[in-house]
């Protein structure tokens, strides 16, 4: 089955650090890599995505490849900003199971002044 | 962009007491829509995928008759807990789509507390 394995929080940086999450996946079919981003007492937002092996997703600084070697979508970041504190997830969606999301953990991330 | 509304955002019922949840699509048509349960610093738990105009499907595990999901209209998918009871609180969070492979749209949750 689909599964999504990402780094255990929490992570506490201090701002203009460089955040890297780690994300890896098993799937059964061509899955597409998503990072969501959760915000204290909110639902979830996109943050970015990839459809395809070595497709790179990039937003608001964030930016993650899709290592199909690896079998692995790492997000990272060069340098937070306080704002960037909030849950990330990272997910995969598999045509073979109808495109369900299948999430990862969540990591924990407190950017500090 | 698209929207998806979720109401209400917090809700406290007495235990033994039903609450409903509402999640609507405000400028695309949800052929499909997700219901997801999270606890406190977990991940996010699929319950169950409603397809308008059809039953909804369920995660094992889920009971379906304390979780009663309705579907009508494109635009609009309901949530009710039954006969709460204090295991029931947690946050639920609907999820949308129009088509198979659409990206998916989140609503930003409900915090149900049951006492």
């Known amino acids: 089955g689909n599964s999504v394995t990402q780094m255990e929080g929490p992570v506490t940086l201090s701002e203009e650090a460089f955040l890297t999450i780690n994300c890896t996946y098993t799937?059964?079919?061509?899955?597409?890599l998503f990072w969501y981003v959760q915000y204290p007492g909110e639902g979830l937002q996109l943050l970015l995505k990839a459809t395809k092996a070595d497709d790179k997703g990039s937003n608001k600084g964030f930016e993650a490849t899709y290592r199909k070697e690896t079998t692995s979508f790492h997000l990272e970041k060069g340098s937070v900003q306080v704002s960037d504190s909030a849950v990330y997830f990272c997910a995969l969606s598999d045509p073979s199971n109808d495109y369900k999301l299948s999430f990862g953990a969540g990591t924990t991330v407190t950017v500090r002044a | 962009g698209a929207v998806v509304s979720q109401h209400p955002s917090r809700v406290i019922c007495k235990s033994g007491t039903s609450v409903k949840i509402e999640c609507r699509s405000l400028d695309f048509q949800a052929t499909t829509m997700f219901w997801y349960r999270q606890f406190p610093k977990q991940s996010l738990m699929l319950m169950a995928t409603s397809n308008e105009g059809s039953k909804a499907t369920y995660e094992q595990g889920v009971e379906k008759d304390k979780f009663l999901i309705n579907h009508a209209s494109l635009t609009l998918s309901t949530l009710t807990v039954t006969s709460a009871h204090p295991e029931d609180s947690s946050f639920y969070i609907c999820?949308?789509?129009?088509?198979?492979?659409?990206?998916?749209?989140f609503g930003n949750g409900t915090r149900l507390t049951v006492t």
């Open positions: 799937a059964t079919g061509y899955p597409s």
């Open positions: 999820s949308a789509r129009n088509r198979v492979d659409s990206p998916l749209h």
